[in-house]
């Protein structure tokens, strides 16, 4: 299952991370959010609602929604943008 993650807690849980964090930036509108959920909740990602969290949807460039960004050591290390297949995700991950 995703957790949702927030401003607040986004350091320590997602750039204070030991190994990769799959961060999906979504908002509760988007129609091909809501698509992709299901196969993040397999794959364990954070979630993170642009809407409720914009200042670190802006500090990271998310233009488009759903945006999927894999966090390791602190730093981006991959990313995609749009309702990506399972295999893409996982590979992604690494």
């Known amino acids: 299952m995703s957790e949702v993650v927030s401003s ?12 990769p964090v799959l961060v999906d930036f979504f908002a509760t509108w988007c129609g091909p959010c809501k698509m992709l959920a299901p ?7 954070y979630k ?25 050591n602190g730093q981006v290390k991959n990313q995609a943008v749009g309702v990506q297949p399972k295999q893409n995700i996982l590979s992604m991950i690494g």
């Open 8 to 19: 607040s807690d986004f350091q320590s849980k997602v750039l204070d991370a030991q190994g």
């Open 39 to 45: 196969t993040l909740d397999e794959v364990a990602a």
């Open 48 to 72: 993170l609602d642009i809407d409720q969290s914009p200042d670190i949807a802006q500090k990271y460039g998310v233009m488009s929604v759903p945006t999927l960004m894999v966090f390791e």
